[in-house]
């Protein structure tokens, strides 16, 4: 363990005990939520023993995602996500093959992914009771499946950061959520690059509040050091004068998402200067990934914050296979470690309660040694 990082020790691992755990629905070539979260939960267990603890998140029955999330999202597309399933399997046996995930060789209802659905683009327009017209009116691509575990999977994220944030606030330890899904490119009225719902705002979010009534101090930061900017997450707070929010991503003018995550995005309104995007061309190795960190740190330290959320995504792993032609970074191996010490290093004068927040990464050999290795 880093110097930098140790003296927060013990690490909890906030995870669940999963139903929806099998990997029957990781369809997608690139995209294996389920496998991910196995990977990095078991990579902490087996690299540090008795330095982690794995805290199972309880999952009420009766999770109420509509009232968790209604801080960050319209309550219109969380209503979608709970009942798109049921609707799409009503609509059998006969579906439309065409809407199905590619490829789809299983059995039963196959995943829903909106291939026909005119994506939403004029303000006078509303939702279809047509769940593929729904899809296509919330979601803004064609490969985020609606599966059957969904929502299952979901409550579970949600219980998680619920749980990561009050233990985050112990101030006795770093926190690390592994939820199954991303959430940095949802932003508060649609959803997409397999994100469903914003974990991070939320997490944000609750540590802002409960800041605010124990200390008066509501300032909260996020840094997102997935390869891909944190648009969703950017959007969500981009006026919001309490949140300061940091993103290094590839340029995007070469990389999803592409319209966002420009150096001139700084916030605007009450929130003007309180957003700070930081890309970098595609092939950045440590040497170009460690100034941009420390830069988006020393922000983070100067606007005082009294939490801080990490978007942790390791899609910046070299080889990674997301990344678009000619895109990708490479860092591997020990830059995971100096990437945590480095974030650690600004802790030594004032620990910080921290959140590590799982989004992207699809690089499966190395994708639980990676997480494991920044708090190592």
Known sequence: ????????????????????????????????????????????????????????????????????YSSVHDVGMIQFLIYAWSKWEAMGPDWDTDNCQPGWKGNGTPPLVPCHAAFRRDCYERVSSNVMGAFGFYCTDQVTPIVESLVAELKEDASIICEAANLALLKDSVVYATTTHPGHHSNYDNFGGYCYLNNVALCARLMQQRLHDTTGNKRVAVIDIDYHCGNGTASIFYQDPDVFFTSIHCDPEIEYPFNAGYEDQIGEGDGEGTTLHIPLAPGATWNDYKPALEKAMNAII???????????????????????????????????????????????????????????????????????????
């Not at 909890?12 to 690139?30: G, L």
């Not at 939960?41 to 023993?49: D, G, H, L, V, W």
């Not at 100096?338 to 802790?347: D, N, P, V, W």
């Open 1 to 68: 363990m880093s110097e930098a990082v140790r003296r927060y020790l013990p690490v909890k691992v906030v995870s669940v005990d999963s139903e929806a755990k099998s990997e029957q629905n990781d369809v997608d070539r690139h995209n294996k939520p389920r496998l991910r979260r196995s990977l990095i939960t078991s990579a902490f267990i087996e690299k540090y023993s008795d330095l982690v603890q794995v805290i199972n998140a309880p999952v009420a029955s009766n999770c109420d995602l509509v009232g968790i």
């Open 302 to 376: 100067e606007f005082d914050v009294g939490g801080l959320v990490v978007s942790m995504g390791l899609d910046t792993y070299e080889g990674d296979s997301v990344p678009v032609r000619k895109g990708g970074f490479k860092l591997k191996g020990n830059d995971y470690v100096e990437l945590g010490k480095t974030i650690g290093s600004y802790m030594k004068d004032k620990f910080i309660p921290t959140v590590f927040v799982q989004e992207g990464g699809y690089k499966m050999d190395d994708v639980g040694e990676a997480a494991a290795d920044v708090l190592g």
